[in-house]
């Protein structure tokens, strides 16, 4: 007998995307928990910093790095709202964002910070105690 392979077992497997539009789609159409919503509102904000890095014209291997993270992580099928851990090592994503927080005024710096950090104080302690699933 030929042990099954533990990706096979898992549903897992490379799509080319196919599962996630599905996801996005149906999550958009019928509604769904916040916290699912929270993972199609990462999905797109990763695929928008994407273009914008490649539009800055990073190092190839700065751009390769993460292409083959966000094709990886979106290309797959399995549990969507993982879709954002997945993405956690693409963190040069940020790049352009962190550049135009360098380049803006202080205050306006300041008051995104701020408001990110209560974004994530909230959704945090939410995830915890009152996500239907964890995540």
Not at 72 to 80: D, K, Q, S
Not at 100 to 119: D, E, K, Q, S
């Amino acid at each position: 007998m030929v042990p099954e392979h533990r990706a096979a077992r898992l549903g897992s497997r490379f799509d080319f995307g196919r599962d996630t539009l599905r996801a996005v789609r149906r999550l958009v159409l019928r509604g769904a928990p916040p916290a699912y919503l929270v993972t199609v509102a990462v999905v797109a904000v990763a695929l928008l910093l994407y273009v914008l890095l490649a539009a800055d014209r990073p190092p190839a291997a700065v751009l390769g790095y993460v292409t083959v993270l966000v094709v990886l992580a979106l290309g797959g099928t399995g549990y969507f709202a993982s879709k954002p851990r997945f993405l956690l090592p693409a963190f040069p994503l940020l790049l352009p964002a962190a550049l135009a927080l360098a380049r803006a005024r202080r205050r306006t710096t300041a008051v995104i910070t701020g408001a990110l950090a209560a974004l994530s104080l909230g959704y945090g302690p939410y995830l915890l105690t009152l996500a239907a699933m964890p995540l």
